[in-house]
């Protein structure tokens, strides 16, 4: 049975207005940012979630996860790194609606070791890569492409 807005997925919460409301505000967000060029979307993406997120609960957080990592650092220190962190997530939100561009320039992605990927072409029983959770992970695909490898992402 297919899922919709009505019918939720078994073991999730139901679809409520604010849910709907976030939908939307999302949708507007990524639409207008499609609007403007990548690097813009990319500062404006950066600007917007670091100013809003470090003013919140998870600002908050983020600032005391940081200060228990590195107790050597003074409040401005975390702060300032708790906003850069913000800052770069929001940098990745800016450029998620330009990924299909950005894959397609390869003035844009800086591959080293390329030869692995080459050598995994050759054989044919794959290969599972494993990537930390850190910049614009969703790139892989695009990487994979430039080697006119077959990649199936999971996260």
């Not at 999302?26 to 600007?47: D, P, Q, R, V, Y």
């Not at 072409?121 to 695909?141: C, D, F, M």
């Amino acid at each position: 049975m297919a899922s919709s807005l009505s019918t939720p997925v078994p073991g999730t919460r139901p679809t409520n207005l604010q849910h709907r409301a976030e939908a939307l505000l999302a949708s507007a967000m990524f639409g207008g940012l499609a609007w403007l060029k990548i690097e813009k979307a990319s500062t404006f993406g950066g600007w917007l979630v670091e100013t809003i997120f470090s003013r919140t609960k998870r600002g908050q957080r983020a600032e005391q996860q940081i200060a228990a990592v590195f107790p050597e650092l003074n409040s401005q220190q975390v702060k300032g790194m708790a906003r850069a962190s913000w800052n770069v997530f929001g940098r990745s939100m800016g450029e998620l609606p330009h990924l299909e561009k950005i894959i397609s320039d390869p003035g844009r992605l800086i591959f080293e070791n390329e030869d692995v990927l080459k050598n995994v072409k050759k054989r044919s029983n794959g290969t599972i890569y494993v990537s930390a959770h850190l910049g614009n992970w969703e790139l892989l695909p695009g990487i994979a492409r430039s080697v006119d490898l077959r990649f199936h992402g999971f996260y």
